[in-house]
């Protein structure tokens, strides 16, 4: 351990912990109990406990006791240009754990074309020596490449990772085509993992990018005008339909407009498994803030998705929450300092992405959504931390105050008001994207691994004292659903006869691999070309790429040789 | 009145059945119409020989309209006998067959079960041959009496007049020349011809072209009133639209027996493609270019190519239409159901289910929000993908809809059907969808007005052609019939039931139609000065479906046995009468190009207001002067250049290594050059090295 572990000794070696008097709160019930943890975990439940002498007593006096947050969208090692961002796993968790969140979900996010594994491993040991939380990785998919899956798999099985991120967006970088996410699905689901898409239609957003530079807007604002919410939402919609083809849960991060909450609201009522994740910045804030003067403050809120400029976004998104539609809530956490965002001064393309929002999580929503009548305390509690839990198969080890369950606890209050400022966050940035918001309810005492880690305003953590929660496959939350539907969905051909008339005879063409008519070979070798060709016509050098490859090489061929070789065939 | 003019048909078939010749016939016919009598006799002996054909016994609506009497007509048998012959059903052209009804009786009277009409058809033809042209010239002059006008705002009785192809009067008591043949229509309905906006009568698929020409299926477009055809020109992938856009003008020209236009396919875009966009629109009269979100890898397009196609059809000020199909999720699809050994017709609809329609429709109105474009989408045939555009519109999005009759008509239940001939014949893209609710929804909102035209997307194959794909459906040629039941259907399926009335029948089969392609009111209205394309429609008249009597090349009819109520009496094209109690009279070739203008007003008054409004600004802003994170000098890291910032348009987070984007634009360029150096270079060499 290290001088600073030694000296924060005396905080952490009053293992065992008495909460007294508290209101424990779970997503289903509430009741009035007392509260005892021993060796970071939930012993006892009950009133009149028998407890060893010496514990450590808190008294709640009737506060709320809640299951610690778990803040399922996090980028604390985000690397940018070779920069990476100003919160790491110390920093970032130690913010979390001041917010009420004891627990994050980071996202792995490998260069394309480099491993997942090694990438995986990088991250992994970054926080494992930073991290004053518990965490889990996320693995973000880059680029579908030959080996993935055998790399996936072994993430699945032996790493305890069961959740993969695919992009819609970010074009010739990080994007996936439709095909490569069917097939990204079809492989994830087999491996029952949670899929999570980060959704924004990459192709427009690089054509409008480019509009909106020639039109000569550089600033911030262009960041928002060339992502509009139509375009978050064709891409939600679009996940959707892939993932329901394939009959496989969908979840999406980062929901931060109406249209895009309304598309996965609307798909629920269908049927279709997806779950939605707005994110700390969607849910306290609105977009507004891209049209400032101060370039600035302007900047500080590039995030992708944009926040939305409709003011009314962040109200409707709460509803959605509270009613169910949404399900979980994350924060996004990725902040720049205003230095790195400068380097897209000239450029808003060239703005590192991301903000902040681990620490306000759990206020933001009390305040916007218990707080105003919304939702109550277990509905709070469930979008906070247990449908996470629940989500990514942590279940109930984490997000439920129950014996057994690891003693990651929040003493709530309901009643502290806190101004937001970028002056007293724990984030190293300078600029909260919530700054001077008023929030009711926060967290009075933070117990991590039924160490106490916050009170009274001061935090108390070790670098490094976080442990990584592996992730076991096929959460049954979203995975019973699918193993039914996928025994009742089953498909089934017309047993017919052989047809038996007449059939066209296709003249000889050459490019058609013939679509062989006669063979009877059994129906199932039927690899012959799956696309459709519709419209061919007389001379059918269709399929024009592969066309072009052909020619390009004849020429490429006699460029080279037959100057010479016929003149020496001639001569010879 | 009723009986009296009752009795007049009756008498002049008759007459029809016992003398070959239609003077008789036409005169008493004329004396049946009172006063127009005496003028009818000053034009007799013109009109005399050609009365014989088509244009005769034309009271005969009541007693001859029962299907008996069409089912002894034309090609139909004819067709039977080749195809039974042949067994290659090679679309037989039948060049004049209509010209001439007469060969199709004599070729096929023994499968023909009716006797009353057989003798009828076989009286006819001596006088048959010579006279048609004739009889269509002389009906240059029509007055229709009696009817009731319906426009799609309003319905009046009144008197039409029609002369040199175009309406020259509409009133009572018109002043009419000698001669001027005279209709009665009352109690029908005079409307607008119909215009099917979406007719693929030349497709060509894996080296056969569909079984109804355009002659065949523009005959089969009158017969059912649609008096006009928007054909698609459908390129080769890489191949120029100009030269694709001639070769169906060559063969629409020789063939059309009605007016059409032109909407052009975009197989696959390149900037080369722009140029020709331009000069089709500005030269030669499209102004409606469709592109393909399905067909991976031949005619697909992705997200950013429909953008910039859309930019450019906003800036040329055409419509864009949208063949709407997620195109990579079929791809995929396909593959398992063929790997689950489903091979047949089933395999069609699963491998394209109606979500993959409707978030194609979502992705192509979102894309063409953006670039502010007006959108058509082509085909709808489902609930989802239908609900899609009724939302958008209801959020402001200009985009129209266009369901065809087989999405109108019937369902994909029959995909499921066991006899395989039957299920291959509605193999279409996008799948007529197996929810038998489907129609009554599609009907619903094409009578609420969330969705605005009605199509046929008529591109038959015979059973034959499509057997192609007996063992592996993706194979099996795509393409419904329709165009000729189309009208039919929209009136059962909406007006029959009080969804809509007759002025919104109108609306839907014509006028928005004419509007959204630029040619209203030419078409579209019945109005002084616009085209003598008329129907005269019988709401009482009753018709059965049925592949005996369509006038079509293929073996079966997707509507088979459906009963409308409501069918075209008189239909007249460019002011001639081509059909009449159940005969065609068409001429081969007549049909006429309509050339269409560019930003219709009906879609394009929006979109000019919404440019202006649309425009963005920039915040005015002093310069950041605040420190800048120095990048390590790592790699590509464009630098951050001052005021330069069009460099990088694509936001290059997190770039790698070698960023070359934009592959396509290379390809051609690479296989122009190819192809230069492919002809000569054989033998220039050579011939250098000889000399």
């Not at chain 2, 094209?573 to 001429?587: A, I, P, Y």
Request: hydrophobic letters at 35%; one cysteine or more; a neutral charge.
């Amino acid at each position: 351990m290290s001088y600073q572990g030694k000296k924060s000794i005396p905080h952490i070696t009053s293992d065992r912990l008495l909460i007294k008097g508290g209101r424990i709160i779970n997503d289903d019930h509430s009741f009035y109990a007392d509260l005892y943890l021993e060796d970071g975990l939930i012993k006892q439940i009950g009133e009149n406990l028998i407890v060893p002498g010496g514990v450590k007593t808190i008294e709640a006096n009737g506060r709320m006791v809640i299951p610690g947050g778990i803040d399922v969208n996090t980028y604390l090692q985000k690397p940018y240009q070779g920069m990476t961002a100003v919160d790491d796993f110390y920093q970032g968790t130690k913010a979390a754990l001041a917010g009420g969140t004891t627990m994050i979900i980071d996202h792995v996010l490998p260069e394309p074309g480099s491993s997942l594994l090694t990438s995986f491993e990088k991250w992994h040991e970054a926080a494992d020596t930073k991290s004053c939380c518990d965490y889990a990785l996320h693995v973000d998919i880059t680029s579908w490449y030959d080996g993935i899956r055998e790399e996936l798999e072994v993430l699945v099985q032996d790493k305890g990772v069961n959740s993969f991120q695919v992009y819609m967006a970010y074009k010739d970088l990080y994007q996936m085509s439709d095909s490569q996410l069917y097939e990204a699905f079809t492989f994830l689901k087999s491996l029952g993992a949670v899929i999570l898409v980060h959704a924004e239609n990459g192709d427009l957003i690089a054509q409008e990018q480019k509009r909106i530079l020639e039109m000569g807007i550089t600033g911030p604002e262009g960041h928002a005008l060339s992502r509009p919410e139509e375009l978050e939402a064709e891409a939600v919609f679009r996940a959707i339909t892939i993932a329901s083809r394939i009959n496989c849960p969908v979840y999406i991060t980062k929901v931060m407009s109406k249209s895009a909450a309304d598309i996965i609201a609307m798909a629920r009522k269908r049927g279709p498994l997806v779950f939605g994740e707005p994110i700390t910045a969607s849910l306290g804030t609105d977009g507004t803030h891209y049209w400032s003067k101060n370039w600035a403050k302007a900047a500080a809120f590039v995030t992708s998705p944009p926040l939305s400029p409709d003011p009314t976004t962040p109200d409707h998104l709460n509803s959605l929450l509270a009613c169910g539609d949404l399900q979980v809530t994350g924060s996004g956490h990725c902040p720049y300092s205003t230095a790195q965002k400068a380097i897209g001064k000239d450029n808003f393309t060239m703005i590192p992405e991301g903000v902040n929002g681990i620490e306000e999580r759990m206020t933001v929503v009390w305040d916007k959504a218990v707080a105003t009548g919304k939702m109550d305390e277990s509905q709070f509690v469930a979008v906070t931390s247990t449908n996470a839990a629940k989500i990514f198969n942590l279940y109930p080890r984490k997000g439920r105050i129950a014996v057994g369950s690891d003693a990651d606890v929040v003493i709530w209050d309901p009643d502290k008001v806190k101004t937001i400022t970028a002056k007293s966050h724990k984030s190293a940035i300078e600029y909260n994207i919530f700054e001077g918001m008023e929030c009711h309810g926060a967290p009075l005492v933070v117990i991590s691994q039924g160490k106490i880690v916050f009170e009274d305003g001061n935090l108390h953590v070790n670098k490094g004292m976080g442990r990584f929660i592996p992730r076991k496959p096929f959460p049954e939350y979203l995975y019973q659903r699918i193993k039914i539907r996928n025994k009742v969905g089953g498909l089934q051909g017309v047993s017919r006869g052989m047809y038996d008339g007449p059939v066209y005879e296709i003249p000889a063409t050459p490019k058609y691999a013939t679509p062989a008519p006669s063979t009877k070979s059994s129906p199932a070798k039927n690899q012959p070309p799956p696309i459709r060709n519709l419209h061919q016509s007389n001379f059918s050098l269709s399929g024009a790429q592969i066309d072009d490859n052909n020619p390009r090489r004849t020429g490429h061929r006699i460029v080279a040789p037959p100057g010479g070789r016929s003149n020496i065939t001639s001569l010879g | 009145m009723g009986t009296g003019r009752g009795g007049g048909p009756r008498a002049a078939f008759n007459a029809a059945l016992g003398s070959p010749r239609g003077g008789g016939l036409r005169e008493r016919s004329g004396s049946g119409c009172g006063p127009m009598a005496g003028r009818q006799e000053g034009a007799l002996p013109a009109c005399f020989a050609g009365l014989g054909a088509g244009s005769p016994r034309p009271r005969q609506k009541r007693g001859g309209m029962f299907c008996s009497v069409e089912d002894a007509f034309d090609n139909k048998t004819l067709n039977f006998a080749s195809l039974a012959a042949s067994g290659t059903a090679t679309p037989v052209g039948g060049h004049r067959r209509d010209n001439e009804p007469g060969p199709s009786p004599e070729a096929g009277p023994s499968p023909d079960p009716d006797p009353g009409p057989g003798p009828t058809a076989a009286a006819l033809p001596p006088s048959a041959p010579a006279a048609l042209p004739d009889g269509c010239r002389q009906s240059d002059h029509i007055l229709i009496k009696g009817g009731k006008i319906v426009n799609d705002d309003q319905s009046f009785y009144a008197d039409v007049y029609v002369e040199d192809g175009l309406i020259k009067q509409i009133g009572e008591h018109l002043v009419i020349p000698r001669g001027t043949r005279i209709i009665d229509a009352h109690g029908q309905l005079v409307m607008p011809g119909g215009i099917d906006v979406h007719t693929r009568l030349q497709a060509p698929v894996l080296g056969m072209s569909s079984a109804d020409g355009f002659f065949q299926g523009t005959k089969a477009a009158l017969a059912g009133g649609t008096t006009m055809i928007i054909e698609h020109v459908c390129p080769d992938a890489g191949s120029s639209l100009l030269a694709a856009y001639e070769q169906w003008r060559g063969h629409a020209d020789g063939q059309a027996c009605c007016d059409y236009g032109l909407s052009v396919d975009i197989p696959r875009w390149h900037e080369s493609l722009r140029e020709e966009m331009e000069a089709l629109v500005k030269d030669k009269g499209v102004n409606s270019f469709l592109v393909f979100m399905a067909y991976k890898d031949k005619l697909q397009c992705t997200d950013g190519q429909m953008y910039e196609i859309f930019c450019t059809i906003r800036d040329l000020g055409a419509i864009a239409q949208v063949h709407a199909e997620n195109g990579d999720i079929i791809e995929e699809e396909q593959k398992r159901l063929l790997e689950l050994g489903i091979t047949g017709p089933e395999g069609h609809v699963l491998s394209r289910p109606e979500e993959v329609e409707a978030e194609a429709v979502f992705r192509a109105i979102t894309i063409a929000k953006q670039a502010n474009c007006p959108l058509y989408i082509t085909k709808v045939m489902s609930r989802g993908a239908a609900d899609v555009v009724a939302q958008a519109k209801r959020k402001g999005t200009v985009v129209f809809g266009e369901p065809i009759t087989a999405s109108l008509g019937t369902h994909g239940s029959h995909y499921w059907s066991k006899n395989w001939a039957k299920a291959a014949a509605f193999v279409t893209s996008p799948p007529v969808s197996p929810d038998p609710s489907t129609p009554d929804h599609l009907s619903t909102l094409l009578a609420s007005g969330d969705l605005q035209v009605t199509g046929s997307a008529h591109c038959t194959f015979t059973t034959a052609q499509k057997a192609v794909g007996k063992d592996n459906f993706t194979l099996i040629p795509e393409g419904t019939n329709g165009v000729e039941e189309r009208m039919s259907i929209v009136w059962e399926k909406c007006v029959v039931p009080g969804k809509m009335d007759e002025n919104d029948f109108v609306a839907v089969t014509s006028t928005n139609a004419a509007k959204i392609f630029n040619c209203y009111p030419r078409k579209g209205r019945v109005a002084v000065g616009s085209d003598a394309d008329l129907v005269l429609w019988n709401p009482k008249a009753t018709k059965i479906i049925s592949a005996k009597t369509h006038n079509l090349n293929v073996e079966y009819n997707i509507f088979e046995g459906t009963e409308c109520h409501g069918v075209p009496a008189v239909v007249i094209s460019q002011g001639r009468v081509v059909l009449e109690d159940g005969n065609l009279c068409v001429t081969q070739g007549s049909g006429r190009f309509i050339p269409r203008k560019t930003f219709p007003d009906f879609v394009y008054k929006r979109i000019k207001a919404r440019n202006r409004l649309a425009e963005v600004h920039g915040v005015p802003r002093g310069m950041y002067d605040g420190p800048v994170h120095e990048l390590p000098a790592s790699v590509k890291a464009v630098a951050p250049g001052a005021g330069k910032a069009a460099a990088a348009p694509v936001r290059n987070l997190h770039q790698s290594g070698f960023s070359l984007s934009g592959s396509q634009a290379d390809d051609h360029i690479a296989r122009r050059t190819a192809q230069k150096i492919m002809a000569p270079p054989g033998g220039r060499s050579n011939i250098t090295s000889l000399s």
